[in-house]
């Protein structure tokens, strides 16, 4: 159990265009939705925090609107990049904290999605 | 604010030996939890061992257990008889626990890449 996909895998996008990725938990659900990037041969670092109904919060130096955060059920959060640029290129991570209420350390990580933007 | 420092960039290890990976964090919180994630080629991440700061004993699983030291805010992983599926970046992360019933997010440090030679 305890299963996050993310979809695509991979995308190629040109440049200005917008790409959209999805993240699911498939066998429980989360309130808490997160959003990391990671650089080649870096660690992870937060983008966002997404919670269902809400607005995401976005940690410093995140642009919110280019990184579009919609977590309509409890099951899924997308993150939309807009009027990608090459420098959007990376590896993004999305996580689910299992659970609908209060606290939880269960984490679970989706598989990545690799954007390239030419 | 949270930070978590892993001090080795790469480390080997003969494949059935032993090896130990340091982390070592800061933080004014009492109650947290600390992990170790693997990510492997795959770059999919996967959870290794958590152990919770309020217990003394120290987190096993399987071939991996770890040396928690509070005071000295200390968290390493020991890996026995590696193996070759060893092979990956290791990440040390922390999480704040939430009394008030919101989400923690994972800071993460910045990573050991370990390589099991056969």
């Known amino acids: 159990g305890a299963v996050v996909s993310q979809h695509p895998s991979w995308v190629i996008c040109k440049s200005g265009t917008s790409v959209k990725i999805e993240c699911r938990s498939l066998d429980f659900q989360a309130t808490t939705m997160f959003w990391y990037r990671q650089f080649p041969k870096q660690s992870l670092m937060l983008m966002a925090t997404?919670?269902?109904?809400?607005?995401?919060?976005?940690e410093q130096g995140v642009e919110k609107d280019k990184f579009l955060i919609n977590h309509a059920s409890l099951t899924l959060s997308t993150l939309t990049v807009t009027s990608a640029h090459p420098e959007d290129s990376s590896f993004y991570i999305c996580s689910a904290a299992r659970g609908t209420s209060g606290f939880s350390y269960e984490q679970y990580f989706g598989p990545g999605t690799r954007l390239t933007v030419t | 604010a949270q930070t978590v420092t892993q001090s080795q960039p790469e480390m080997s290890v003969q494949e059935a030996e032993t090896v130990t990976l340091s982390c070592t964090y800061d933080t004014s919180e009492n109650n947290y939890y600390l992990f170790w994630y693997k990510q492997p080629p795959s770059r999919q991440m996967i959870l290794v061992i958590r152990q919770e700061a309020y217990k003394q004993q120290n987190a096993t699983e399987n071939r991996f257990s770890v040396n928690f030291q509070k005071a000295a805010k200390s968290f390493s992983l020991k890996i026995s008889d590696s193996q070759l599926g060893d092979t990956a970046m290791y990440f040390c992360?922390?999480?704040?626990?939430?009394?008030?019933?919101?989400?923690?997010?994972?800071?993460f440090g910045k990573g050991t890449k370990l390589s099991v030679k056969p």
């Open positions: 992360a922390f999480m704040k626990h939430s009394a008030g019933g919101s989400q923690g997010n994972l800071i």
């Open positions: 997404s919670n269902e109904g809400s607005k995401a919060t976005y």
